[in-house]
């Protein structure tokens, strides 16, 4: 299973960005997906998360800024990030849970980081 995260860049504070992620592979159910980001602390922070019927869970900065959304007939996901504030400069990675055989535990895995900058 891979994942393949896109549309990061530089933008001018209050400006956006829509992150794209793609799954790969062989599995058969992606369980949740997810936008973390590096952060300050010894681990990444949660931005967003969505789960496969829907539901969704923000980081308390971002939200009314930033929305998570799904297509699961493509395996992918997205992060559309509106006012964007210099403090959300960072490296995002999506991530997701994924079951790859039925009758097995999912497994977490992680896209490659996309850089986000924001200037002010």
Sequence with gaps: VQ???????????????????????RFVRIMDMGWYRRGQGPERELVARITSDGRTDYAYSV????????DNAKNMWYLQMDTLKPEDTDVYYC???????????????WGQGTLVTVSS
């Design 3 to 25: 994942l393949q995260a896109s549309g990061g860049g530089s933008v001018q504070a209050g400006g956006r960005l829509r992150l794209s992620c793609t799954a790969s592979g």
């Design 63 to 70: 939200i009314g800024r930033f929305t998570i959304s799904q």
């Design 95 to 109: 991530n997701a849970v994924i079951r790859k055989h039925w009758g097995r535990d999912p497994s977490d895995h």
